[in-house]
């Protein structure tokens, strides 16, 4: 049985939480702190964190910042009631991979929970090429050629959105919805994720001679491979 932790400081809302995902087939582990999360998260590693981003001990992105510090792949869910793209963006830059704003429905809860921990159904899966370029999805390592390819929780998603979409033109709009999961784009956001894909492509195609990373001026960007 699949092992999800949940971090959520408000008694009743743990206690919901727990009961209706436990209802949904998982086991349930019901954390109020931070401390005791990062405790859990050592102790009996789970396979998915919803996690709340006010805690009273310690921000929720610091434990997200600590598990991803720890190599720490597990799908982190965030829930919290800041609904600014500033807000979202912070924290799915943190390694989160999932965001829902309170209040949610509870049943797109449990979807999201059931994607995430939606294990692929062929080997193929899990391991993603493009020329030289080679994604080991499970374990979020990115090669290219013989170059191990260090990237942050959302570069990694950003790559992982392209690759997915390779010869195809994804624009900014897609991008927003797709990756950062914000349905209403703002021009802050468009920053972000020009930094990003700039961050990307230093990463992904500096010191080779093909630049797989391309931008199709005024429409978005595309991940150019061999026909």
Known sequence: MQHVMVVEDDGMMAATLAKGITEDGYRVTSCG????ALQVASLDPPNLVVLDIGLPDRSGLDVLRSLRSRQCLTPVIILTARDAVRDRVKGLDAGADDYLVKPFAFAELLARIRARLRRP?????TLLRVDELTIDVLNRRVMRGNHEITLTAQEFALLRYLVDNVGKTVSRDMIARDVWRIESR???LDNVIDVHISHLRAKVDRGFDKELIQTVWGVGFSLKGDE
Do not use: F, S, V, Y
């Not at 159904?121 to 899966?125: I, K």
């Open 33 to 36: 702190t931070a401390a005791d």
């Open 121 to 125: 159904e062929t080997p193929d899966a």
């Open 186 to 188: 703002a021009t802050p």
